[in-house]
């Protein structure tokens, strides 16, 4: 059986040596967030806002880890003061995004954030690098975590709605 891009984005995000996951519960990221939870090499961190996540990041990276944020759309708006400090200092920040607000959204309440989140992301300095295909996955994720440790850029893989599928909750 052929492996899931999330757990090809798994072993990717493995090799490129993360050793924490940030995350705010999310079910775009939910097969990710199991396996790096049952990962006992892992430190696996559920946050109650998604800028902690950012502090946290360069936190690890200060003390010689690295880490990646899971997070969906709706949260980079929280997340945007707190990149000016991965920008002043200059450390690497890796986080993958799950869209909401596009793709036969049915809450309202998700499309301006989703309308948003790449122009804010670009507007606070980070590389954004959009994935349309779940089969581009994981080389996406493996490229964008060359490019933030190895130049200490902050990189967002931001994943479309369209390969998550529409939600709709049972409404």
Not at 119 to 142: I, K, M, Y
Not at 148 to 155: D, P
């Amino acid at each position: 059986m052929a492996e899931s891009w999330p757990e090809m984005v798994y072993q990717n995000l493995k090799e490129a040596g993360i050793t924490q996951m940030a995350y705010v519960p999310d079910a775009g990221h939910s097969q990710l967030i199991k396996l790096f939870e049952a990962d006992p090499d892992v430190e696996a961190i559920s946050l109650t806002t998604e800028e902690e996540g950012v502090a946290m990041l360069g936190g690890a990276w200060l003390g010689g880890a690295k880490g990646v944020l899971l997070l969906q759309s709706s949260g980079v708006g929280n997340c945007i003061n707190m990149l000016a400090l991965v920008q002043e200092c200059r450390m690497p920040f890796l986080c993958l995004i799950t869209m909401r607000g596009e793709w036969g959204e049915f809450n309202p309440w998700q499309c301006p954030m989703g309308q948003s989140t790449e122009a804010a992301l670009r507007g606070a300095g980070v590389f954004v690098q959009r994935v349309e295909r779940g089969s581009d996955v994981p080389e996406t994720v493996r490229a964008a975590s060359l490019l933030a440790f190895n130049s200490n850029r902050a990189v967002a893989v931001v994943i479309s709605q369209s390969i998550l599928g529409i939600k709709n909750f049972n409404k």
